[in-house]
């Protein structure tokens, strides 16, 4: 079965530092993969995503995620953290087997805490 | 503006009774889905539809009943077997090979 798989729960950086989080996907066959963000007590709001094309994609507010299937990896950053940037980020992988509509499996979360 | 809205945002059920979480989407999406999310487990999935008057079961239907009579709109009940409701509840639509777009969610709180 799909798995998805974030490295901490809760990760801490100061304001302006490098912002990494981490996800490991289990597929048999390239995935779409995902990363969404959540602020509390709402939705989930897309980041970026990874659809086959391009292994490095850009997303909304500075962030990025490289996708490397030797590692299975499609971990997330951001050069510079700000302040705003503090929430709960998700990882998610496309279902395969979903005919083509995203039947997504999530990773547990991390949360991203940014100090002064 | 189109979206996905969810309704109410905040719901209290008692004891032994089955309540309804309204899910509407204006997106002339497809697919609709219907997720738990529970403090560090991530999202789950309940049930999904990719088409009007069809839909599937996910990964934990069990207490939980759904229909899908009109393409915008996909409610869920929560039904008096799921033994514990306690949860925030999210409902997401999506395009053929296409990202999901999430609602606000709703609080189901068992008192």
């Known amino acids: 079965a799909q798995s998805v798989t974030q490295l901490g729960s809760h990760v801490s950086v100061s304001e302006g530092a490098l912002v990494l989080l981490r996800c490991n996907y289990s597929s048999s066959v390239p995935p779409y993969l995902f990363w969404y963000v959540q602020y509390p007590n709402q939705g989930l709001q897309l980041l970026l995503k990874?659809?086959?094309?391009?292994?490095l994609v850009k997303g909304i507010n500075g962030f990025e995620a490289e996708f490397k299937k030797s590692e299975t990896s499609f971990h997330l950053t951001k050069p510079s953290a700000h302040m705003s940037d503090a929430a709960e980020y998700f990882c998610?992988?496309?279902?395969?087997?979903?005919?083509?509509?995203?039947?997504?499996?999530f990773g547990a979360g991390t949360r991203l805490a940014v100090h002064p | 503006d189109g979206g996905i809205t969810q309704s109410p945002k905040y719901l209290f059920r008692k004891e032994g009774q089955n309540v309804t979480l309204s899910c509407e989407q204006n997106l002339n999406h497809d697919a609709m889905y219907w997720y738990r999310q529970d403090p560090g487990q991530g999202l789950r999935l309940i049930y999904y539809s990719q088409i009007v008057n069809d839909f599937q079961k996910g990964d934990i239907a069990e207490g939980y009943s759904v229909s899908r009579e009109k393409k915008e709109s996909f409610p869920l009940t929560v039904t008096s077997a799921q033994k514990n409701p306690t949860a925030f509840y999210l409902c997401?639509?999506?395009?053929?090979?296409?990202?999901?777009?999430f609602g606000q969610g709703t609080r189901l709180t068992v008192v």
């Open positions: 997401a639509s999506s395009k053929f090979e296409a990202e999901a777009f």
């Open positions: 990874y659809t086959s094309a391009a292994t």
């Open positions: 998610a992988v496309s279902d395969p087997f979903s005919g083509g509509y995203n039947k997504l499996i």
